[in-house]
């Protein structure tokens, strides 16, 4: 018997498989030919879930290297500030002086506020007001000038409009920290007449 008997006795000696076990080699088959993949290894896990967490907790860190906050003038004169994140206030103030803003910026940790009154403000509201009720309260909001100087545009950024600011006027600004990505912060303003002292923000909690 020569080789190639030899080779096809062989062949027919083999049982034929299965259609399970085809199927099984198969799948070994391609399992081999994908690529594998990059194993995560216990620190990068960890710190990914802390990230994760951060997020959660404080909404206004993002992790993701993006500016604490922007200030952009825009064609119409109108300056507009993004806060992603309540740090550097004095930072936040400087860029405000470049596009033309005298600004006090305070940012506040959650439920707390700055104890008043810490200046004379231009508009009746600060510091308590004088109303009766809710609505008469309202309109006097909605008369007040500085609704008209700061409105607030999304989640996360104001415009300004300086041309309702006087010369010499200082625009009090108060973030506080509101632990929700929906409304990451809270925000109160007036103006301080030209002249006057701005004093340092005394932080309180806020009964309300």
């Known amino acids: 018997m020569d080789e190639m008997d030899e080779l096809k006795a ?9 259609p399970e076990e085809l199927a099984g080699a198969r799948q070994r088959l391609l399992r081999r030919a994908r690529p594998r ?5 216990g620190p990068r896990l960890l710190v990914a879930a802390g990230v994760a967490a951060g997020l959660v907790v404080t909404p206004l860190i993002s992790g993701t290297g993006t500016s604490a906050y922007a200030v952009a003038e825009s064609p119409d004169g ?3 500030v993004t806060v ?3 740090r550097d206030p004095s930072g936040l103030e400087a860029k405000l002086a470049e596009a033309g803003v005298k600004a006090d910026v305070t940012f506040l940790a959650p439920a707390m506020r700055c104890t008043a009154p810490r200046f004379v ?3 009746q509201t600060y510091g308590g007001a004088p109303a009766a009720n809710a609505s008469e309260l309202r309109s006097l909001v909605e008369r007040s000038r500085f609704s008209k100087v700061v409105q607030v545009k999304s989640i996360r950024t104001i415009r300004i409009a300086p041309q309702y600011i006087e010369p010499g006027e200082t625009l009090v600004v108060e973030f ?5 990505s929906y409304i ?6 007036s103006l301080a007449p030209a002249g006057t002292t701005v004093k340092p923000c005394a932080p309180v909690k806020d009964p309300h």
Not at 10 to 18: L, N
Not at 37 to 41: A, L
Not at 184 to 189: H, K, M, Q, S, V
């Open 10 to 18: 062989m062949w027919q000696a083999v049982p034929p498989a299965s």
């Open 37 to 41: 993949r990059r194993v995560v290894t």
């Open 78 to 80: 109108t300056v507009m």
């Open 84 to 86: 992603n994140e309540l």
């Open 121 to 123: 403000s231009v508009d």
């Open 176 to 180: 506080r920290d509101n632990r929700s």
């Open 184 to 189: 990451p912060w809270l925000l109160a303003t």
